[in-house]
C-alpha cells in the first residue's frame, strides 16, 4: 500500500513539472510574438513619423527632394571604383619604377622586351612573305574556276561568280600540244605529251647532274693536285658571268662542232651532255655544295677505308657517297625543279620546237596565234556562247596563261608536299660541318 502511494505521488509530480514546462514555454512564444508584434508597430510609426516629418518640411520649409537620388548614389560608387582603380593603377606604377632601379630585374625586363619587339618583327615578316608567295597562287586559283564569260565583271575579283572547269580544260590542251597535236603517229615516248618530256627530261638531267658534280665536288675536297684551287675558282665564276653574255658563242660551237657526230642543236643531247660533264643548269652551285659536304665528312673514314684495301673510287662509292644523303637530295631537288622550269637552254639549243621534244615552258610561252587556232577547233560551244571574237580577247588569253602556269606548279607542288620533310633535313645537313 506504502508504495502504491508512492507512485501515484511520483506520477502526480511529473504531470505537475509537465504542465509547468508546457506553461512557460507558450508563455516564451507568447513574449516573442508580442515583441516581434511591437517591433512592427515601432518601425510603422517611425516610418510614418519620417513620412509625416518629411511632409511637414515640403510643406513649410519648401524642402525639396532628389528625384534621381538612386543614380546619384550609383554615380558616387563609380566614382569610388574608379578612386580604387587608379589608387590600383598608381600602386603598380610606382611598383615598375621601383623594379627598374634593381639591375637583375632591369636586366630580365629588357631581354623580355627584345624578345617580344624580335617575335612581333619576325611575325610581321613571316605574314608579308606568306602574302608575297601565296597571293599570286591563290589569284591563279581564283582565275582557274572563272567561267570566261566574267573576265570583263568588274565586281568578280577573288571569288568567281560562276564556278567552271573550263580554263582548266582549255589550259590543258594549250599546254599538251604535240607534233601533230593527236596520237596518231607519233613514234617516241617523249612526243605524247609535254608533261612527260619535261618530266622525262628533268629526271635524267637531275641524275647526270648528280652524279658529275658529285665527283666534281668530291675531287676538289680531298684529292689534292695542281691547279686545284685555281679550276674551282673558275667554276665558281661561272656563276658570275651572267649566262646570256655567253649565249652567242655556245650557240656558233654547238653550231660548227658535233659532239663524235651528234648534231647539239636541235637535240636534247645537247642538255645531257653538258650536264654529264659538270656544266649543266647551275651546276657550279652543286659542285660547291659537294665540295662544301665532303670537306665536313671525318677522315678517319677515309683512312679507314684506304687501310683495308680500298682505292680511290671504291672509297667515293662504298664510303662517301652513302654519306652524303643530305647532300644528294638537296642537289637532285634543286636540279630537278630548276630544269622543270627552265626556259632558257631550251630556246638556246631548240629542242624545244614540235619536230623535237615540246617542253611546258616553251609551250607555256607560245604565241597568241597557236592558242587562237585551238579555241575554234576544240572549243566550238565556248565559241557559241561568247561569240568568236572571245579567240582572240587578250584578257581571256591572259586567263588561260595563269591557269596553264598553275597546271604547270601543280606536280612541283604536289612533289614538295611529299617531300618536304626530307628537304629540310636535308638542307639543314647540307650546312653542318664536322659531323
Request: proline residues 3%.
Amino acid at each position: 500500500m506504502m508504495n502504491n502511494d508512492n507512485n501515484e505521488k511520483e506520477v502526480v509530480v511529473n504531470e505537475q513539472s509537465t504542465h509547468d514546462e508546457l506553461t512557460l514555454l507558450e508563455q516564451s512564444k507568447i513574449a516573442e510574438a508580442e515583441e516581434k508584434r511591437k517591433q512592427e508597430i515601432d518601425t510603422m510609426r517611425t516610418k510614418l513619423g519620417a513620412e509625416r516629418a518629411l511632409q511637414r518640411l515640403i510643406n513649410e520649409e519648401g524642402f525639396v527632394i532628389e528625384e534621381n537620388y538612386e543614380e546619384q548614389k550609383k554615380k558616387r560608387l563609380e566614382e569610388l571604383e574608379n578612386e580604387t582603380v587608379k589608387q590600383d593603377l598608381n600602386r603598380r606604377y610606382h611598383e615598375f619604377v621601383l623594379s627598374w632601379q634593381d639591375p637583375t630585374k632591369r636586366m630580365i625586363r629588357s631581354k623580355n622586351t627584345i624578345t617580344l619587339f624580335a617575335v612581333i618583327f619576325r611575325t610581321f615578316i613571316l605574314i608579308g612573305l606568306c602574302f608575297v608567295i601565296l597571293t599570286p597562287i591563290f589569284e591563279k586559283l581564283s582565275y582557274a574556276f572563272r567561267y570566261p564569260g566574267d573576265i570583263s565583271n568588274q565586281q568578280v575579283v577573288w571569288i568567281p561568280e560562276n564556278w567552271s572547269v573550263l580554263n582548266i580544260e582549255i589550259a590543258f590542251k594549250y599546254l599538251t600540244l604535240t607534233k601533230d597535236n593527236s596520237l596518231a603517229n607519233i613514234p617516241f615516248l617523249y612526243n605524247i605529251s609535254t608533261f612527260a618530256n619535261t618530266i622525262i627530261l628533268s629526271t635524267i638531267t637531275t641524275v647526270l647532274q648528280v652524279v658529275a658534280t658529285a665527283v666534281a665536288g668530291y675531287s676538289f675536297a680531298r684529292l689534292k693536285f695542281k691547279g686545284n684551287n685555281v679550276i674551282f675558282f673558275l667554276i665558281l665564276l661561272t656563276l658570275i658571268v651572267p649566262s646570256e653574255s655567253l649565249q652567242t658563242a655556245r650557240m656558233l660551237f654547238f653550231y660548227k662542232y658535233p659532239f663524235f657526230g651528234i648534231k647539239l642543236i636541235g637535240n636534247t643531247m645537247a642538255i645531257y651532255i653538258m650536264s654529264a660533264f659538270g656544266m649543266g643548269l647551275r651546276s657550279a652551285i652543286f659542285v660547291y655544295l659537294f665540295r662544301q659536304f665532303f670537306r665536313g665528312i671525318p677522315i678517319e673514314l677515309e683512312e679507314s677505308a684506304e687501310i683495308d684495301g680500298a682505292g680511290v673510287i671504291r672509297t667515293f662509292w662504298s664510303v662517301m657517297l652513302p654519306n652524303a644523303r643530305g647532300a644528294i637530295v638537296t642537289v637532285s631537288i634543286f636540279s630537278f625543279v630548276w630544269q622543270y622550269n627552265d626556259y632558257y637552254w631550251a630556246s638556246l639549243y631548240k629542242f624545244h620546237d614540235a619536230n623535237a621534244m615540246p617542253l611546258l615552258t616553251t609551250a607555256l610561252a607560245s604565241s597568241a596565234e597557236t592558242f587562237n587556232s585551238i579555241i575554234p577547233t576544240s572549243f566550238p560551244q565556248l565559241i557559241a556562247d561568247l561569240g568568236e571574237s572571245i579567240a582572240s580577247n587578250s584578257q581571256f588569253y591572259g586567263l588561260i596563261l595563269n591557269t596553264a602556269a598553275l597546271l604547270m606548279m601543280l606536280p612541283i607542288i604536289i612533289g614538295y608536299l611529299f617531300a618536304q620533310n626530307l628537304f629540310v633535313e636535308s638542307i639543314e645537313r647540307t650546312g653542318i660541318t664536322g659531323m
